[in-house]
């Protein structure tokens, strides 16, 4: 089973920007994705990116965030500029068709003060 390890949260500043970055403990095929969950909330897929490198985004990011991966790597990452403070969730990476999820990772939390 493929291990999900994110990392690059932080407290940030409204405006400010911040790189995640998800490292898998296994080759990955198929698309990946990012999602995000806040305090109360439902999961909500965010950006996903095939192996190809093509991209899509939830409305809410769009123009703000962008998703990349390195097939070499072994690594998926979210680059996040103009946050605002409804960008605050805990983010997590995994498969973007959620009938081949991996075991979730911990994720890494984002929090963006106003």
């Known amino acids: 089973q493929v291990q999900l390890v994110e990392s690059g949260g932080g407290l940030v500043q409204a405006g400010g920007s911040l790189r995640l970055s998800c490292v898998t403990s296994g080759s990955i095929s198929g698309a990946m994705a990012w999602y995000r969950q806040a305090p109360g909330k439902q999961r909500e897929l965010v950006a996903s990116i095939t192996r190809s490198g093509s991209t899509n985004y939830a409305d809410s990011v769009k123009g703000r965030f962008t998703v990349s991966r390195d097939n070499a790597k072994n690594t998926v990452c979210l680059q996040m500029n103009s946050l605002k403070p409804e960008d605050t969730a805990v983010y997590y990476c995994?498969?973007?068709?959620?009938?081949?999820?991996?075991?979730w990772g911990q994720g890494t939390q984002v929090t963006v003060s106003s």
């Open positions: 995994n498969k973007a068709l959620m009938s081949l999820a991996f075991t």
